[in-house]
């Protein structure tokens, strides 16, 4: 098979497993701090050994690298976090729909990180995205499940926004695998403190599922992202990676039963087409600077 007819069918497994990972919030008997503390510990251990297997090297460069990577890893911790938590109050297709707010809220928040300037088109994203989000929200109180895990949602969104663009000036000369490790490991260490102490009394099978989460469905689409890479401009990604709400969505009306309303749908397509919209324009930007 051609190399980029395979890197193209390897990156849309990958966004399905990461698409996937939004399943274990409704079947892991536990919360969201633990499921994500559980998550890193398996994805951390399979990272690391997948380096020692590729002979690639843990040290970073300098100091500050590995001040970032303690800034990225606290990031990371309370974006999987808040995540998880999203999927439990309002449920996979909700949470998945709330959580890709963050292509737009990247565009917005991006002139503080660096010399961008925004254009009108940015802030028509963002009214479709808000006419998407309300069309989500049930009632505007956070007493509603619903609308709170719409809320922690776009929280996660923020949060996954700012480490992005923290990650890609300071951190994106490491290859994916490596930078990942380092981050998981950091989020580790930031939740066993904070862990709610379901671990230790968790069934087997619920130890199962987090070996799943951890390796399936954490570990191996960060090294198969590196991999489609070597083959794959990095628009391709970010086009296909634009398509984890509907995977995601998908897997919980085909897995769990999942029935999300017209609204709901709805809401989804507009978030989606302005998500789709914002990384398309911010490629053919960057690609117009060079």
């Not at 590995?66 to 297709?93: D, R």
């Not at 260490?189 to 989460?213: F, M, N, R, V």
């Not at 009306?253 to 609204?263: F, Q, T």
Request: glycine share 8%; proline share 3%; net charge positive.
């Amino acid at each position: 098979m051609d190399p980029v007819k395979r890197s193209l069918i390897t990156l849309h497994l990958t966004v399905i497993l990461l698409g996937g990972t939004a399943l274990f919030s409704q079947i892991i008997p536990l919360s969201a701090r633990d499921i994500t503390l559980g998550r890193s510990v398996f994805a951390c251990i399979a990272l690391i050994a997948f380096l020692v297997l590729t002979k690639t090297s843990l040290r970073l460069n300098s100091k500050k690298d590995y001040a970032v990577a303690v800034a990225l890893g606290v990031l990371m911790a309370m974006h999987w976090v808040t995540y998880f938590a999203a999927m439990q109050y309002a449920g996979v297709s909700v949470g998945m729909i709330a959580l890709f707010t963050f292509p737009v809220i990247t565009v917005l928040i991006e002139p503080f990180f660096e010399k961008t300037r925004l254009a009108w088109q940015d802030f028509f994203s963002a009214v479709v995205v808000f006419v998407g989000i309300a069309l989500i929200v049930p009632e505007g109180t956070i007493s509603n499940d619903v609308t709170l895990g719409v809320v922690v949602g776009i929280i996660s969104a923020v949060l996954y926004a700012i480490r992005n663009l923290v990650h890609r000036q300071h951190f994106s000369h490491y290859s994916g695998a490596k930078a990942m490790a380092w981050q998981i490991l950091l989020v580790c260490l930031c939740l066993i403190p904070l862990s709610t102490g379901g671990l230790p009394e968790a069934s087997w099978s619920t130890w199962g599922l987090l070996l799943t989460l951890g390796t399936l469905f954490t570990a191996l689409p960060h090294a198969l992202i590196a991999a489609s890479l070597t083959h794959l401009k990095a628009t391709t990604f970010s086009l296909i990676a634009c398509m984890q709400p509907f995977y995601g969505v998908l897997l919980a009306i085909v897995l769990l039963g999942e029935s999300p309303g017209w609204k709901t749908l709805l809401g989804g397509i507009l978030v989606t087409s302005a998500s789709v919209y914002e990384t398309v324009k911010t490629h053919k930007h960057a690609k117009g600077a060079r």
